[in-house]
């Protein structure tokens, strides 16, 4: 059975940084697109970006955290992270692990799999 555990959420000042992991076990991603999404209360789920199964890996990275959130990922591990640095309150969101068993990691991507989600409090 295929599962995502997400890591690393919680509370963080205006500005300051966090890191979310995320640990798949069920099967190997490692060839196969991870990413992460995001859902704040009364909004529509955003998918914040991914990376390509390829090697050497893509990223891609939604315009509202670009420059700001980097995607990284772990082949032996199986594992994804998201650093999220220079945070704003309107990150404020349960971020949500996904993986698919395409290579490609994009806003249209299916994305076969999900983890429960972490919260993520930005407060000033």
């Keep these: 059975q295929v599962q995502l555990v997400e890591s690393g959420g919680g509370l963080v000042q205006v500005g300051g940084s ?3 992991s995320c640990a798949a076990s069920g099967r190997s991603f490692s060839n196969s697109a991870m ?7 009364g909004k529509e789920r955003e998918f914040v970006g991914g990376i390509s199964g390829w090697s050497p890996s893509s990223t891609y990275h939604a315009d ?3 420059g700001r959130f980097t995607i990284s990922r772990d082949r032996v591990k199986n594992t ?6 220079s945070l704003k309150p309107e990150d404020t969101a349960v971020y949500y692990c996904v993986a698919d068993q395409s290579a490609l990691a994009t806003p249209r991507t299916h994305w076969d799999y999900w983890g429960q989600g972490t919260q993520v409090t930005v407060f000033s």
């Design 18 to 20: 966090l890191r979310l």
């Design 35 to 41: 990413g992460w999404f995001r859902q704040a209360p």
């Design 64 to 66: 509202s955290v670009k």
């Design 80 to 85: 994804v992270t998201l650093q999220m640095d």
